[in-house]
């Protein structure tokens, strides 16, 4: 009669324990889009591995991360809708949590475990539910929205501007969302002759070049040559 018989680091899954712990370690500093291709595998087995290690990571030992910590406070889209939420200590380049979804109260369960004597900053997205949580439970902590979400935004808005403003008849998007450095001269040209055409309505144009002061200013190489550019 057949049998089976249980190896350590195998079962009835398509991959291995082994692989599934990495996946959950690799997601700390990576989306769930990127790993998924980088990884070669399936968004369902990387969604199977979250759910098997909610548990695991239900509990942070503040004992073990130190102190003048900045921790990091993400979302990572999976399948395009559903939203996991990571903990992360930045200064030590450690996971710290990882929920199977972005809900401000599965947050706060984390927070309100934390030393606050050890927090110094956190470094977050511009979710206003996150930031409340943040604000009641480590209160003296530095909060810092990250640089990707901060051109996110500013991207969104000049595409708001631009659907409003230009509509579906000319595809300018590419050249919008170019960084001014990398453009040829032939999408110079472009642009100009996009503003141009539409200087009567000059929130186009204003909302062009708040995205591109606000990548300048990620670009500076200290304080001083920040508050220049202010």
């Known amino acids: 009669k057949p049998f089976s018989e249980y190896i350590p680091g195998f079962d009835r899954k398509r991959s291995t324990n082994n692989f599934r712990r990495v996946l959950i370690k690799d997601l700390s500093r990576n989306s769930f889009s990127h790993l998924i291709q980088t990884a070669?595998?399936?968004?369902?087995?990387?969604?199977?591995a979250l759910h098997e290690q909610q548990k695991f990571c239900q509990d942070i030992n503040w004992e073990e991360q130190g102190r003048n910590l900045t921790i990091g406070i993400d979302e990572h889209s999976f399948r395009g809708h559903t939203m996991a939420l990571t903990l992360t200590n930045i200064t030590e380049k450690k996971l710290l949590a990882?929920?199977?979804?972005?809900?401000?109260?599965?947050?706060?369960?984390?927070?309100e475990k934390a030393d606050k004597s050890k927090v110094s900053e956190v470094c977050m997205d511009m979710k206003a539910g996150f930031l409340y949580a943040v604000r009641e439970c480590l209160p003296k902590a530095k909060v810092t929205v990250d640089k990707f979400h901060m051109i996110a935004a500013a991207n969104k808005c000049l595409d708001e501007v631009r659907s409003v403003v230009v509509g579906k008849g000319l595809h300018i998007r590419k050249v919008l969302f170019k960084g001014k450095e990398r453009l040829n001269e032939k999408e110079k040209i472009k642009l100009h002759g996009i503003f141009y055409r539409f200087k009567h309505f000059p929130s186009l144009y204003e909302a062009y070049m708040i995205k591109e002061k606000l990548r300048s200013f990620y670009k500076s190489k200290n304080i001083t040559d920040a508050q220049k550019k202010r």
Do not use: A, H, P
């Open 98 to 111: 990882l929920g199977v979804s972005d809900n401000v109260k599965l947050l706060r369960q984390y927070l």
């Open 40 to 48: 070669e595998t399936s968004s369902s087995v990387l969604y199977d």
